[in-house]
């Protein structure tokens, strides 16, 4: 009876060691507004790197897996000498508007034979914008003051597709080429033109007016995959 186990156990995990087929790679992204995101911030492009992992399902035109993704939208640098009531001494302001994302993946892919593999995708995860600042007197040196000026998230989803070519010379690597649509939850966010320091309220204060949107963008990507990049 235990060996008859023993062969059940390892007739198992051999298959399940055959069935085993990773897709790993990266993405360069950019998001162009539409809907209600372009009346926000019409000209803003959203610009992401990406990393994708993904399961093939054996002799299955399906794959599943995460993907991971880290922008920033909008950088402001600014100089002022009126930033602490009482000094005059001169610091600089850098403020980074940053674009978070993690996202499950389903794909299906229509053909598995040919050199032009074309897939449709949908996408399920989390977007996470957040405008952090630091305070410092020059670029060298290190801040006296870092922090966050706002940050929320939302639900998101993608919809759309690609196509994938082989790579000459690398064994199992395709580039990718894609098109998603992207929807989801209302969030509220700052652009570069956002935030301003007004130094006569108060002590001087900031004074920020937030967008409000769903992140309703079309996004192209172009990105490397390898097939069975565990082996």
Do not use: C
Request: aromatic residues 14%.
């Amino acid at each position: 009876m235990r060996k008859t186990i023993l062969l059940l156990l390892f007739l198992i995990s051999a298959t399940s060691l055959q069935a085993q087929f990773f897709i790993a790679g990266g993405h360069l992204n950019g998001g162009f507004p539409v809907s209600k995101l372009k009346s926000e911030v019409d000209k803003t492009i959203f610009p992401t790197i990406s990393g994708i992992l993904l399961y093939e399902f054996y002799a299955q035109p399906i794959q599943v897996g995460l993907e991971v993704g880290y922008g920033v939208y909008g950088t402001k640098v600014e100089k002022r000498n009126d930033l602490y009531p009482g000094f005059s001494d001169e610091y600089r302001i850098r403020r980074n508007n940053n674009y978070t994302s993690g996202m499950a993946v389903f794909r299906y892919l229509p053909s598995l034979t040919s050199k032009l593999t074309p897939f449709i995708e949908i996408q399920a995860g989390a977007n996470y914008l957040y405008s952090g600042f630091k305070i410092r007197p020059s670029i060298f040196e290190d801040p006296v003051e870092a922090g966050k000026d706002m940050e929320d998230w939302a639900f998101g989803y993608k919809i759309g597709g690609g196509i994938q070519l082989p790579i000459p010379g690398i064994e199992g690597g395709k580039l990718e080429l894609r098109v998603n649509y992207q929807d989801g939850g209302t969030m509220r966010f700052l652009t570069k033109r956002d935030t301003n320091y007004l130094p006569d309220k108060g002590d001087g204060e900031f004074d920020y007016k937030p967008r409000q949107s769903p992140l309703q963008q079309i996004t192209a990507s172009v990105g490397i995959v390898i097939y069975d990049a565990f082996r």
